[in-house]
């Protein structure tokens, strides 16, 4: 299996896709953070709260762009059969691409630790930062981009087509994190507002973001996962039926 990671990280690391989604990630969050207006300097405190409110949404793009050719490619190419012929297990051959995007996403992380690491200097007096916030948050932004990851991997086992997959990613991964809101939001669902909200994503990343690791959060994450996970290799196995 770890030839297998090695195999996808390197493929999308060394692609044109790789180099400009990674790019284009920094960029935004450098921007929204330090150069558009209301950024870190304009503000005059010492938050990264900034970044990881626009962080998701590019997330929402980033992680289907790189989870779209995962088995979409497999089987426009015919290379899925050759694949299912490995001694892994067709769980095995999903978690592997899985962890494959996490650590992409993790490549993509790393960078941003440069954001924290200024404001902690920049700050009055030095060091004055919610260090146990700033690092709940990294720990949401990592939870939310596995949840992303792994209904990215789903979307491209359902079809052949990289656009369909990216797009239909892109919808799942925003229903997902906006949508039970949107919808507990309504007047008609006044008493069920809590229970929707907690049905989604964005309530869940909230809560860490407090800096306060809850179980069920870490729970309903790793629940999200698992489900999109399952429906993947479902969906391979389905090939064979």
């Not at 180099?19 to 209301?38: D, H």
């Not at 005059?44 to 050719?69: E, K, N, Q, S």
């Not at 004055?128 to 720990?139: F, M, Q, R």
Request: aromatic letters at 14%; hydrophobic letters at 55%.
């Amino acid at each position: 299996m770890r030839a297998l990671i090695v195999k996808e990280v390197r493929g999308f690391a060394g692609s044109l896709i790789g180099a400009i989604t990674i790019t284009v990630f920094l960029l935004l969050t450098g921007l929204f953070l330090w150069v558009f207006p209301e950024n870190i300097l304009d503000l005059g405190y010492a938050d990264l709260g900034p970044f990881f409110l626009i962080a998701p949404w590019v997330f929402l793009f980033l992680l289907p762009a790189v989870t779209m050719r995962s088995f979409s490619e497999e089987r426009r190419t015919g290379t899925i059969e050759l694949l299912l012929t490995k001694p892994l297990t067709e769980m095995q051959i999903v978690f592997g691409k899985y962890v494959a995007s996490l650590a992409l996403l993790v490549l993509a992380l790393l960078p941003t630790l440069v954001y924290y690491f200024t404001i902690n200097e920049l700050a009055m007096p030095k060091g004055n930062v919610d260090t146990g916030a700033v690092w709940g948050s990294y720990i949401g932004l990592l939870m939310l981009g596995g949840c992303f990851a792994a209904i990215g991997l789903f979307a491209s086992a359902i079809t052949e087509n990289q656009i369909i997959a990216f797009l239909s990613a892109v919808f799942l991964c925003f229903f997902l994190f906006t949508g039970f809101d949107f919808v507990a939001s309504y007047e008609a669902f006044g008493a069920l507002e809590g229970p929707l909200k907690a049905i989604g994503i964005q309530e869940h990343y909230r809560s860490i973001s407090r800096g306060v690791i809850d179980l069920r959060d870490m729970l309903y994450f790793i629940g999200v996962i698992a489900i999109f996970l399952l429906l993947t290799r479902t969906a391979i196995q389905s090939r064979t039926w």
